[in-house]
């Protein structure tokens, strides 16, 4: 089946600095991968969606001087917080495309957890 | 772009009661419709998914209802459990949208007392 890991599962960084998750799609590759984030007690953001053959497409509010992607080929991807603040804080969630499932499906990992101090 | 509304933010009920999730969209264009649930400090658990064509699904304790006129989503537990309290996220994509962008409805945080 369809098993998409992230890495790490939590972290903490200091105000200021950056961390880097990646993401991992096993069994399956992955024709676009989705970043998100989730802030405390709120929903799913998209950050940017990734997809085969096309540049990275940021959503309004992220950029990639922030954010950046790395999506080097179809099974793996890494975004990076690049100067996280307390507002940085939140589940990244990373969902990866299988083609071969029906209705768009993305496969979420069980996210990265920031921690901000 | 797509917005989805979902209500109530916050619902709780008791054991064997039933719970309603729903969810409105605005893109006419939206084909693919998924609810996820998650639990304390974990992340999505994909419930179903739900095509254009399809109006009724109907899952391990639960049912779905999607009605195209009024571009309504709906969750429905039927008998609801305590380990059905959790978070739930309607989430939407557009159909031929390559890339699968979802966009998620603000979540319900259902509490189910015993």
């Known amino acids: 089946g369809a098993l998409v890991y992230q890495y790490p599962r939590r972290t903490i960084c200091k105000s200021g600095t950056s961390m880097r998750m990646e993401c991992q799609a096993v069994g399956f590759q992955a024709t676009s991968v989705a970043w998100y984030r989730q802030s405390p007690q709120k929903t799913f953001e998209l950050i940017a969606l990734s997809t085969v053959n096309s540049a990275i497409k940021y959503e309004q509010n992220f950029t990639q001087e922030k954010f950046p992607i790395s999506h080097p080929n179809l099974s793996f991807s890494s975004m990076t917080v690049l100067n996280a603040y307390l507002e940085d804080r939140g589940l990244y969630l990373c969902?990866?495309?299988?083609?071969?499932?029906?209705?768009?499906?993305?496969?979420f990992g069980s996210g990265t957890r920031l921690t901000v101090l | 772009g797509e917005q989805v509304e979902q209500r109530p933010p916050h619902l709780s009920v008791r054991e064997g009661d039933s719970a309603v999730i729903t969810c409105t969209y605005t893109d006419p264009n939206s084909y693919y419709f998924f609810w996820y649930k998650q639990e304390p400090g974990a992340s999505l658990q994909l419930l179903m998914k739900?095509?254009?064509?399809?109006e009724i699904n109907e899952g391990q304790g639960f049912t779905v209802l999607l009605n195209k006129k009024d571009k309504r989503l709906s969750l429905n537990l039927t008998a609801a459990h305590p380990g059905d309290s959790a978070a739930y996220f309607c989430?939407?994509?557009?159909?031929?949208?390559?890339?699968?962008?979802?966009?998620f409805g603000g979540g319900t945080r259902l509490t189910v007392r015993p």
């Open positions: 989430a939407v994509s557009a159909h031929n949208n390559a890339g699968a962008k979802l966009t």
């Open positions: 969902g990866a495309r299988d083609p071969r499932a029906s209705a768009e499906t993305l496969y």
């Open positions: 739900v095509f254009s064509s399809t």
